[in-house]
Nanobody
């Protein structure tokens, strides 16, 4: 089993910064990708930023130029640096770990989620 733990959330004023951390542990593996998602009550979970094992990054348009995703996927860790935070960034932020198990018979993807960390931005 894989455990995913996020940390670093909290309350910050608009214009401030926070850094989220994600660490995955458990059975022996290396993540193929790690991503940050967020969700507000009554809404679907949305992708915020994602990084692959070859360090390609993807961002939601709403956070590009404000958020930066980084990490060491060989160590199953990822970070999300959030700058110039806005009240609309308020949400529960989740870390998703993607692992592809490759065998001679083919590849099978697995996803593991953390419990989430609350980010609240006051105006």
């Amino acid at each position: 089993q894989v455990q995913v733990v996020e940390s670093g959330g909290g309350l910050v004023q608009a214009g401030g910064s926070l850094r989220l951390s994600c660490a995955a542990s458990g059975r022996r593996f290396s993540a193929d990708a790690m991503g940050w998602y967020r969700q507000t009550p009554g809404n679907q979970r949305e992708m915020v930023a994602r990084i692959t094992s070859d360090y390609r990054t993807t961002y939601a348009a709403s956070v590009k130029d404000r958020f930066t995703v980084s990490g060491d996927l060989a160590k199953n860790t990822a970070y999300l640096q959030m700058n110039n935070l806005k009240p609309e960034d308020t949400a529960v932020y989740y870390c998703k770990v993607e692992v592809v198990v490759r065998t001679i018979e083919g590849s099978t993807p697995f996803s593991y989620w953390g419990q989430g960390t609350q980010v609240t931005v006051s105006s």
